[in-house]
């Protein structure tokens, strides 16, 4: 059975990271499994870790009262999912659904945290490969916001 | 031969398809007004009068140019688009066309080929989409990329579900928001680029979506390393005249009616950029 470490090393979010720091942030990682419909976390939980997808697909969704869910972004292998547990106040702000069987690795944040703090190099590597995704999920959100599907004709 | 004809021909309704709540598709069989064929190609538009109302210019989204048959989809949200998405089977409507500039198919031959669609601007690539499994060794790889607003949003979802089980045919669907029903992706059209299989240095992309969007996916394409000179939009400008007389589409240094409203993604970029255009 191949450690966390060797399978780490396969996911696209530590391509090209020194092996240094794969083994450094390898040991706040488990791997945890979701079933179809299982949540990884609800709206107001503690967000304490943070993970990386490594098969499945997981539905971020929003509720209100009287609605059903809404989902307004499915994450997928490769992806990240539960920045929250980065920045304070470390809480999760939407409920994350597995749509399908889904493998993580699950990171422990305080952990995560306390290595990027102590080795500032692995905490700008992380930081680095942190923001790409963010900033696409902000652009997402943008063209979403826009609505620009609604209109035109051609 | 119908191009550049300054006046409409008197087509009844044939058929109407409900596609979505704004959304319908109606059919026109042109022997049943005595005409000759359009003879459109995949990309161009005709101008559809409703009597009374107004002309607007929509883009052929199907039929064969073999037969007398065309298919307009059109999106109530206008006078004009409200009144034609009203008509019944049997209404007439004016129509002149077909105009503009089409879909380089031809150019494509020997590329991998990216169809990306938003919203829809899946309307005016549905014929290429029709052309591409039929001459399939023309081409490498081929691949949709369809985005919309909602899953109940999604245009010609009978057909999407063939495409989808059409051999060697890549497709892929995104919506901005869902319900728990939905199992397919949700998140903006740019993301699929990364899910599919084709060779960025020899591939050909046709696009047509809002402006922001295929700005965006152009961009995203460009990172990807597909040569801009090979992306392909088609654009959507106020279409009067539709022979490039009036200029209410003037866009720069071109008329989207006449010039387009296909045109190469590096011809206009730089112009797309500004918004007092």
């Given at each position: 059975m191949k450690k966390i470490e060797e399978l780490l090393r396969e996911h696209p979010f530590v391509q090209n990271l020194e092996e240094e720091i794969v083994a450094i942030i390898s040991g706040c990682a488990k791997n945890v499994v979701y079933q179809s419909d299982g949540y990884v976390f609800r709206e107001g939980d503690p967000a304490d870790r943070f993970f990386l997808i490594r098969h499945g697909t997981v539905a971020l969704e929003m509720t209100a009262p009287g609605r059903e869910p809404l989902t307004f972004l499915t994450v997928k292998g490769g992806e990240i999912l539960g920045a929250s547990s980065l920045a304070?106040?470390?809480?999760?702000?939407?409920?994350?659904?597995?749509?399908?069987?889904?493998?993580?690795?699950?990171?422990?944040?305080?952990?995560?945290?306390?290595?990027?703090?102590?080795?500032h190099s692995v905490g700008y590597a992380m930081l680095k490969r942190f923001m790409?995704?963010?900033?696409?999920?902000?652009?997402?959100?943008?063209f979403q916001c826009a609505d620009l599907y609604g209109g035109g004709n051609r | 031969m119908l191009a550049d004809s300054p006046t409409p021909r008197f087509v009844p309704v044939a058929r109407r398809i409900q596609e979505t709540g704004d959304v319908v598709t109606l059919e026109f069989l042109f022997e049943s007004a005595g005409d000759s064929s359009p003879q459109?190609?995949?990309?161009?538009?005709?101008?559809?009068?409703?009597?009374?109302?107004?002309?607007?210019?929509?883009?052929?989204?199907?039929?064969?140019?073999?037969?007398?048959?065309?298919?307009?989809?059109?999106?109530?949200?206008?006078?004009?688009?409200?009144?034609?998405?009203?008509?019944?089977?049997?209404?007439?409507?004016?129509?002149?066309?077909?105009?503009?500039?089409?879909?380089?198919?031809?150019?494509?031959?020997?590329?991998?080929?990216?169809?990306?669609?938003?919203?829809?601007?899946?309307?005016?690539?549905?014929?290429?989409?029709?052309?591409?499994?039929?001459?399939?060794?023309?081409?490498?790889?081929?691949?949709?990329?369809?985005?919309?607003?909602?899953?109940?949003?999604?245009?010609?979802?009978?057909?999407l579900d063939q495409w989808r089980c059409t051999p060697d045919f890549q497709v892929r669907v995104t919506v901005d928001r869902a319900g728990k029903d939905w199992l397919g992706d949700v998140g903006i059209v740019t993301k699929m680029l990364s899910k599919i299989r084709v060779d960025p240095a020899d591939t050909l992309v046709m696009m047509c979506g809002p402006e922001p969007m295929m700005r965006l996916t152009a961009q995203t394409l460009e990172d990807f390393g597909v040569d801009s000179t090979r992306t392909f939009v088609s654009m959507e400008r106020n279409m009067k005249c539709a022979t490039g007389t009036c200029g209410h589409c003037q866009f720069g240094p071109h008329f989207v009616c006449k010039d387009g409203p296909v045109f190469a993604y590096h011809e206009i970029a730089d112009i797309l950029k500004q918004r007092e255009i």
């Open positions: 304070p106040p470390y809480r999760c702000s939407f409920d994350a659904r597995a749509v399908e069987l889904t493998r993580t690795f699950a990171f422990d944040a305080r952990c995560f945290r306390e290595k990027c703090e102590a080795d790409p995704p963010l900033i696409e999920r902000l652009q997402t959100a943008r | 459109f190609r995949p990309g161009q538009f005709n101008m559809l009068y409703a009597f009374g109302v107004g002309e607007i210019p929509i883009s052929v989204s199907g039929g064969s140019v073999d037969t007398k048959r065309v298919l307009h989809t059109i999106r109530a949200v206008g006078a004009v688009s409200t009144a034609l998405a009203k008509l019944k089977r049997h209404d007439l409507v004016g129509i002149r066309g077909p105009f503009g500039k089409s879909w380089p198919l031809l150019d494509a031959g020997g590329f991998d080929v990216v169809v990306i669609a938003g919203g829809i601007g899946l309307a005016p690539l549905r014929p290429v989409i029709h052309h591409l499994p039929g001459h399939r060794k023309c081409y490498g790889r081929i691949a949709l990329l369809y985005g919309a607003r909602a899953p109940e949003e999604l245009l010609y979802r009978r057909e």
